[in-house]
């Protein structure tokens, strides 16, 4: 059974501008959570999804958005982007996102603000 | 803030069993302890997951203390591809589906030849 898939997995872009980025969750989860990790911070909770409504969110600025399919494919997007930004985006997904499911995380997209 | 503490770093010699510990003083009743490791900055490998029993499947074992303010997670026969970022963590549940990982710096686990 396939994994967490995220794409891209590595991409570069210039301050100011937006980037999305991509996540298919395993066949048959419909609890789609992204994190972001930095060197500084670690990994820090952004948003979750469930059945396409934004159930969750940290504690970052609205340039970080998201949406979830009715296939429970999943984008998240980034405005405006700042030179902290720059990070491993990480998405994870778990069948209803309760307590007691296991998280299973994709590898990651790298993106560099530059 | 994370909700678990762990030593920051631990060696273990191959082929030897790796204990990992984990303090979790403040966790709530219905509150899961998760097991991650992370390699080179990939995606976050799932180990395993418990709430008051013991648990184990084929990567390791789960070790939680009686009163749940602690933890050991081990590796039975540590290789050197298990050297890695080693996370607890405390899956925090706010009201009936806000839940979240709160992670935090994590064990970083060298197996010595």
């Known amino acids: 059974k396939a994994g967490v898939t995220q794409t891209p997995r590595y991409l570069i872009k210039t301050r100011g501008q937006q980037v999305t980025l991509s996540c298919s969750p395993i066949?048959?989860?419909?609890?789609v959570s992204w994190y972001q990790q930095t060197p500084g911070q670690g990994l820090q909770f952004l948003f979750e999804y469930f059945s396409e409504t934004q159930r969750n969110k940290g504690n970052f600025p609205g340039r970080f958005s998201g949406r979830q399919f009715s296939n429970s494919r999943s984008e998240m997007n980034v405005s405006t982007l700042e030179l902290g930004d720059s990070a491993l985006y990480l998405c994870a997904s778990s069948l209803q996102g309760v307590p007691g499911n296991t998280i299973y995380f994709g590898e990651g997209s790298w993106l560099t603000v530059v | 803030d994370a909700k678990t503490t762990q030593p920051p770093s631990m060696d273990c010699a191959e082929g030897r069993a790796a204990n990992l510990p984990c303090n979790h003083s403040t966790i709530s009743g219905n509150e899961y302890v998760y097991w991650y490791r992370q390699i080179h900055s990939q995606g976050p490998q799932y180990i395993i997951h418990?709430?008051?029993?013991?648990e184990t499947n084929e990567m390791a074992s789960l070790i939680i203390t009686e009163d749940r303010k602690s933890s050991t997670l081990i590796l039975p026969h540590a290789t050197l591809r298990d050297t890695a970022v080693y996370y607890c963590?405390?899956?925090?549940?706010?009201?009936?589906?806000?839940?979240?990982?709160?992670w935090g710096a994590g064990t970083k686990l060298i197996i010595k030849p």
């Open positions: 963590i405390v899956r925090v549940a706010w009201g009936e589906s806000n839940y979240q990982l709160i």
């Open positions: 418990g709430l008051k029993n013991n």
């Open positions: 066949s048959g989860h419909r609890s």
